[in-house]
């Protein structure tokens, strides 16, 4: 069973420029969430999508936003890109939403730097 | 102040010895509480989770949770070289969103 996808691993981006970023989740999962991890915050929550709407969002500047496709798919963007963007970006599905079993399943994430 | 807090580390234990990781949080509506292991330039693997207060036991790892005193321990016995890794304690009160603390470097040593 394949695991949680994410294209592209690695990216080089300059400030201003905007990103998208691509999350196939696990098959059979539809709840589809975002993180962002620094060295110095950690992981925080981006959002977290289901059957194609966006129902929870962290406290992150509108410059970043999302989407779910019908197969569950999802994309993320973040426009304007500053030098604080440069992160990791992962991406986890669940089956379902809430955390009932506990079972979030993360992605090897994409590898945004800034310059 | 962030809302799960960890000590980041690193913390050194020999080989075969009991790890112990401490989390501690600040809201007391947190629901779910987690343990991740990440290894380095890898993604968070589940460990455990636990929802109840008292200990939860699954092969070498125990989670401890502790909602009145506010909070959540691992314990790894038997500790191995390949445990060595970053520990992330997670919890949400949402069920849908993860607070994630900054993690606990482990390293074991043979």
């Known amino acids: 069973k394949a695991g949680v996808t994410q294209t592209p691993r690695y990216l080089i981006k300059t400030r201003g420029q905007q990103v998208t970023l691509s999350c196939s989740p696990i098959?059979?999962?539809?709840?589809v969430s975002w993180y962002q991890q620094t060295p110095g915050q950690g992981l925080q929550f981006l959002f977290e999508?289901?059957?194609?709407?966006?129902?929870n969002k962290g406290n992150f500047p509108g410059r970043f936003s999302g989407r779910q496709f019908s197969n569950s798919r999802s994309e993320m963007n973040v426009s304007t890109l500053e030098l604080g963007d440069s992160a990791l970006y992962l991406c986890?599905?669940?089956?379902?939403?809430?955390?009932?079993?506990?079972?979030?399943?993360f992605g090897e994430g994409s590898r945004l730097t800034v310059l | 102040q962030k809302e799960v807090e960890q000590n980041s580390g690193p913390l050194s234990v020999p080989e075969g010895a009991i790890a112990s990781l401490n989390c501690t949080y600040s809201?007391?509506?947190?629901?779910?509480f987690f343990w991740y292991r990440q290894y380095s330039g890898k993604s968070p693997e589940l460990i455990m989770f636990?929802?109840?207060?008292g200990d939860k036991e699954d092969g070498r790892f125990t989670a401890q949770l502790n909602k009145a005193s506010q909070y959540v321990s691992l314990l790894i016995r038997d500790s191995q070289p390949s445990d060595s890794a970053t520990y992330l304690c997670?919890?949400?009160?949402?069920?849908?969103?993860?607070?994630f603390g900054k993690g606990t470097s482990l390293l074991v040593t043979p």
């Open positions: 999508y289901f059957s194609e709407t966006q129902r």
């Open positions: 809201d007391r509506g947190s629901q779910s």
């Open positions: 997670a919890l949400s009160n949402s069920g849908y969103a993860l607070n």
């Open positions: 098959s059979g999962h539809r709840s």
């Open positions: 986890a599905s669940s089956l379902s939403r809430g955390f009932s079993t506990g079972e979030l399943f």
């Open positions: 636990i929802y109840s207060n």
